[in-house]
């Protein structure tokens, strides 16, 4: 199965409380996946994580990552789009 360009997952990662509210959280992300769709993408899938402290090797757990890797595969999705804090 080749993968379709400009296929999108957006993926939310919110750090130790950051957006500890899940109606912000949302609409952050939401806000994302129409600054993607501006840009072309067409997003297929969208996800939420939140984490007790940031992971410098991956951002998102590695469950996380499984999950999005086998959506995007299943929804021939070619990128992933991450709304991330990196100033903590």
Same mark, same amino acid.
């Given at each position: 199965?080749?993968?379709k360009e400009n296929r999108a997952i957006v993926l939310g990662?919110?750090?130790?409380?950051? %957006?500890s509210n899940k109606?912000?959280?949302?609409n952050s992300l939401k806000e994302l996946i129409?600054?993607? #769709?501006t840009t072309g993408l067409?997003?297929?899938g969208e996800s939420i994580q939140f984490r007790?402290?940031?992971n410098p090797? %991956?951002?998102?757990?590695?469950?996380?990552?499984l999950e999005i890797a086998k959506t995007a595969?299943?929804? #021939?999705?070619?990128?992933?789009?991450?709304?991330?804090n990196l100033s903590g």
């Open positions: 199965m080749d993968l990662v919110y750090i130790n409380s950051q %957006y109606e912000i959280a949302e129409e600054l993607s #769709e067409e997003v297929v007790k402290k940031f090797t %991956y951002a998102a757990g590695s469950g996380k990552l595969k299943n929804l #021939e999705a070619d990128t992933i789009v991450l709304d991330l």
